[in-house]
């Protein structure tokens, strides 16, 4: 026995295996430290005669210190992790900049002319300052909303047969095929398709309401049909199956398991989708027309829409501008308020009914 | 009302892929018949071709004749949807539904074909067939919390009393008991003790004393080779085919000697 370490073998191992499982790494406050130096360089930067995009290029590029110290003192493996992490917050970053850029522009552009006076008021004999855009808002919604009944028992009776029946058999791959055909078509052929199915029955010049709900409609099916078939491959199997061994018949098996199982992405599906429509512009031009006046009733003539009202505020402003194309960003603020509430809802909704205890 | 089931020449599908081959057997009314066998012999396919449920599969199909009390399942007349009523079923994993509370979910035979009961109706079926399933003590101040918050054994036994509320005349039990200690296994073994009084059961298991302890007739499936389709190997009373087997296999299988 010569060894003079006194300690027992075990403890020697021991201490080995962990000197062998720690490694070399940057303090905790590396990060934070490095970022901090790279904003203020861009702040500075950006005040001093830089500029603001060269400022804040600067700073971008000096936060690639930290995957360089870490291949210093961490080696390859955590470096590489620092530096595709960097690049994720990088991208997330630049794609928050027009989103930014959108709220802040229309925010600080219509605000000014928001009160009471200009959500209740419609532009009925007005000229000039004043008025509102409540036929604008009724508008969108009646139609937002006449095109959400026509495309939801559309798009999920679709997504059911697809799912439920079609299991991969001609039928459903040819829907499938044409549903993503639909996804592709422009908004001003939908408008345009529309329009030529109203002048078959009412004749040239027809302006309703309801037209433009199909044509909202014709942009939203597909989107339905994709997020609802999608929500419904994610149910179990064994769920289906359950149901049916209990003497279900498949109709009740789809109705009251499969469909309430999926429903919180189902809603949120239409929710997007109707959030996307309700911002387009080219088809209910066409066949909703714009007006001054409020019209409710979706079936008889012309009405207005926010989208279309926003277009026309600040393309034909009339003498003076200012008043319309103050309108016009106070719609667009209005629209985009909209579907921030709509999102909110989305979310709201998939939260009360997605199924409990699994979280 | 038990009922017996007669097997003959049953071959059970995959799309082209041959599962089961040339199963005949007789399952007597008010036993227990259990199916022993390596695992991917065919044995949750077989069951499930006893109420329908293989169908459900893409692709999936049957040859051959299933009789319960004479009459044959798969006869063109016959509605699977009847069949499934009178032919309950466990599955070999827990299935609760996600949406419903434990206590919808004893009742989802009831509340999903919407019939109509009294609300003092329900509540003695669901404390009924959660007693029996051995889950009421732990759950009965909790049925309306949902049924997929259960650890994985709770949700089996919830899974067996939602099959017994609808009171069918036969049950299948897929491996009812795999994930359940010892103490709630001995208590769906004097469930199925209890429940042969009036139904047919029929039950999948790995454990042989299971097998032996709850079983009057006991089935031994095996594979012929790797492959090759599942087949049964030989069939008759439990003390039988545990003491004295006709097959070579059947007794290398039971004593543990198997490949
Ligand atoms: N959905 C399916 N599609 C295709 N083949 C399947 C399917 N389910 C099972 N099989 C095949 O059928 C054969 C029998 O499977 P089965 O599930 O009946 O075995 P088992 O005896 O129940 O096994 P275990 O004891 O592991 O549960 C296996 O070869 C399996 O791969
Ligand atoms: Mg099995």
């Known amino acids: 026995m010569t060894t003079t370490d006194p300690r027992p073998q075990r403890d020697r191992d021991a201490e080995e295996l962990l000197s062998s499982l720690r490694g070399n790494t940057l303090p905790l406050w590396a990060p934070r430290v490095v970022v901090g130096i790279a904003a203020t360089v861009a702040v500075l930067g950006a005040l001093s005669s830089l500029g603001v995009v060269r400022g804040v290029l600067l700073g971008w590029l000096l936060t690639f210190a930290l995957p360089i110290w870490s291949r210093v003192v961490e080696g390859p493996r955590k470096a590489t992790d620092r530096l595709v992490t960097l690049l994720v917050y990088s991208a997330f970053s630049l794609a928050l900049i027009p989103l930014g850029s959108i709220i802040w522009t229309v925010f600080s552009r219509g605000l000014s002319v928001m009160s009471a006076e200009f959500l209740t008021y419609s532009m009925r004999n007005v000229v000039g300052e004043g008025g509102g855009i409540y036929h604008a808002i009724m508008g969108t919604l009646l139609i937002t909303g006449a095109a959400t ?6 798009g999920l009776f679709t997504a059911i047969y697809i799912v439920e029946y079609g299991d991969g058999n001609r039928v459903s791959k040819g829907i499938r095929f044409l549903v993503d055909v639909m996804t592709g078509i422009p908004s001003i052929v939908a408008g345009l398709f529309a329009y030529a199915l109203f002048v078959l029955f009412f004749g040239e010049g027809v302006r309703m309401g309801i037209g433009g709900s199909v044509a909202l409609a014709v942009l939203m099916i597909p989107v339905v049909v994709r997020s609802s078939e999608e929500m419904l491959k994610l149910v179990p199997n064994e769920l289906r199956e359950a149901s049916l061994a209990l003497g279900v018949p498949q109709w009740r098996t789809i109705a009251k398991v499969v469909v309430p199982t999926a429903l919180a992405g189902i809603v949120t599906g239409v929710t997007l989708a109707i959030a996307r429509v309700i911002g387009e512009t080219a088809p209910l031009l066409i066949i909703a027309g714009a007006t001054d006046s409020t019209n409710f009733n979706l079936f008889d003539g012309r009405m207005a829409t926010l989208p279309v009202f926003a277009y026309t505020s600040i393309r034909f402003p009339g003498v003076p501008p200012e008043f319309s194309i103050d309108r016009g960003w106070g719609a667009a603020l209005t629209l985009l308020v909209i579907v921030m509430l709509l999102n909110l809802v989305a979310r709201l909704v998939s939260f009360f009914f997605s199924p409990k205890g699994e979280r | 009302m038990a009922k017996s089931i007669d097997v003959s ?29 390596p695992s991917g012999c065919g044995k949750s396919t077989f069951l499930r071709s006893l109420n329908r449920m293989h169908e459900v599969i893409p692709g999936a199909h049957v040859q051959g004749k299933v009789l319960i009390d004479g009459e044959d399942l798969y006869a063109d007349e016959m509605d699977p949807v009847n069949v499934r009523r009178m032919v309950g079923m ?14 919808d979910n004893v009742l989802a035979g009831q509340k999903l074909n919407s019939k109509r009961m009294k609300k003092s109706e329900s509540d003695a079926i669901v404390e009924r067939s959660l007693r029996s399933a051995g889950l009421w003590a732990e759950v009965k101040d909790r049925l309306s919390r949902p049924g997929s918050g259960l650890s994985g054994g709770q949700q089996q036994r919830l899974c067996i009393a939602r099959a017994i509320s609808v009171e069918p005349e036969v049950l299948l039990m897929d491996e009812p008991c795999s994930a359940l200690d010892p103490i709630s296994t001995s208590v769906i073994e004097d469930l199925i003790h209890e429940l042969k009084e009036k139904y047919t059961i029929v039950i999948v298991t790995h454990n042989m004393q299971q097998a032996a302890r709850v079983s009057d007739e006991t089935a031994f499936f095996n594979l012929s080779g790797v492959g090759k389709p599942g087949k049964l190997v030989e069939s008759g009373r439990t003390e039988k085919i545990f003491s004295n087997p006709d097959e070579e296999a059947t007794e290398a299988y039971i004593q543990g000697r198997f490949g």
């Open chain 1, 149 to 154: 009944v026509i495309s939801v028992p559309i």
């Open chain 2, 9 to 37: 020449d049953l071959n059970i599908y995959y799309g082209d892929f041959l599962a089961v081959e040339g199963v005949n057997i007789a399952i007597p009314a008010r036993s227990v018949t259990a199916f022993i066998g």
């Open chain 2, 90 to 103: 466990v599955f070999q994993r827990p299935n609760p539904f996600p949406t419903m509370s434990i206590y």
